[in-house]
Nanobody, 124 residues
């Protein structure tokens, strides 16, 4: 199984970025997909997730209304559209897959597969 994240970069506060994650080697539609983020010295933080059929989504309070998670099961990809970015969104962002019929756990320890991470830096 491979999850390949991309799309990170440097952006000014108030700007937008779109992260993508390409999955291979798994039955993609059977997995809830999520994005987490992590900064040095802190535990991995839940950002957003959605179910295998994309009929249920969940967001952390810190990003709700600014970020949108989506997936394309025909292409085995999951995306995170990030708008109105703030300096506190600066982190390494990871995509993750959990074998689940639900929208995905908020607990990073329950995920089965992880991507390599992509850096997002928001300058103020």
């Amino acid at each position: 199984v491979q999850l390949q994240a991309s799309g990170g970069g440097l952006v000014q506060a108030g700007g937008s970025l779109r992260l993508s994650c390409a999955a291979s080697g798994l039955s993609f539609g059977h997995y809830a997909m999520a994005w987490f983020r992590q900064t040095p010295g802190k535990e991995r933080e839940y950002v957003a997730s959605l179910s295998g059929r994309a009929d249920t989504t969940s967001y952390s309070d810190s990003v709700r209304g600014r970020f949108i998670i989506s997936r394309d099961n025909a292409r085995n990809t999951v995306s995170l559209q990030m708008d109105s970015l703030k300096s506190e969104d600066t982190a390494v962002y990871y995509c993750a897959a959990q074998l689940s019929v639900y929208s995905g756990s908020h607990d990073w320890k329950l995920y089965d597969y992880w991507g390599q991470g992509t850096q997002v830096t928001v300058s103020s």
